[in-house]
């Protein structure tokens, strides 16, 4: 068997930069979503994907190998932000895949995902480091909820923030037709399982297929950045040497981090099997899964989680954390931009109104991009929160203008 790639990012229609990076070295493939505000997000998720470049791990490496690998990549990252003042916090998702002949290992660490199609069916194979989703595994919220919760960018572990950090590991035997799809938020906040299935049955040229999926993302609105890669598994031979494709690191330029509303569907990631028919999953990787109480990692990493969030602890800068955080949410019915993040622990409330528009809130909220006003719209810095702004303007504007009065259409008012 061999695999094939496909590989596509896209700024959005939002966001000013793209700090989504992306790497694809057959045979290892990686996806990373910066966070940390500019310039930091940019730089952690470029730094992360070099560090992975650099490694060249070789034809037969082994889970053991790839993990190593992401464990150096996030002291690079950790390295970098410790070494200048303008970086620190800076922090970045990553999910590399190391896929070659009939089988793949992925590690991940943060909430861009991995999804494998086989047989018509789209599971995703890993689960979301994010502190609802820490609360969905321990029973203590639904996964409804979670996807409505406004803290559900928050990350639980994130490349760059700590010395140490502990990838999750799968393992999967591929199948002849088997897709491993592996990408940012910035596909699954706007498009839907069901239409990211479709479209990957419906388009078997990985390159066609992740400029397919790129292009769903920004219909949908484009909140984010958007980083897809495919892997096609499919007959025929490895080819013998391993050539190294041109170009093959691509650090995209600027923002990119958490967004809201992401459909989260089921988790697999937690241990082995997923059934008859589905893939063969074993996770790996030290401490993360067994669904038992008192597991130290989990109980420590949601503890601060709301430990950095409510109270700042210094540990990685968590005040210069939730302040740094922006966002877009509602105001007294109008569209206004936030510092911090929107949730209240213990009635303390984490953000301010910085600016408030003249735009209502549910006008905004009747078009589909923008139904999550009111639980937040992440954005990565006060010029990206803007932006989104003059978006959600625009869209309003649009929406609200009686019909046949201009024929024009998007872009008609200097859109990018
Ligand atoms: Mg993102």
Redesign the pocket.
Known sequence: MRIRAGAATHVGRVRQRN??SQLVTPPLYAVA?GMGGAPAGDVASAVAIRSLEGEDLPAGATDHDLSEAVRRANRAVYAAAAGDPALQGMGT?LVAALAEADRAVVAHVGD?RAYLLRDGALQQITRDHTYVQELVREGRMSQEQADRHPSRSVLTRVLGIEEEVEPDLISLDLHQGDRLLIC???LT?MVSDPEIRRTLEGEPEPQKAVERLVEAAVEAGGV???TVIVLAAEEGEEPGSRPRPPGAAVAAGPP????AGVPVPPAAGTATTTGAAGPRVTTDGGDEPEPTPGRPWVRRSVWTAVVVVVLGAAAFGGRAYVRGQWYVGESNGLVAVYNGIPATVAGYHLSSVVETTDVPAQFAERLQPWQGLSDGITADSRPDAEAIVVQIRRDVTRAERPPASHTRKNGGSGSE
């Open positions: 700090e989504d979503d998702t861009s940012t938020d910035g906040a984010d950045n958007v990119g981090t958490e967004t």
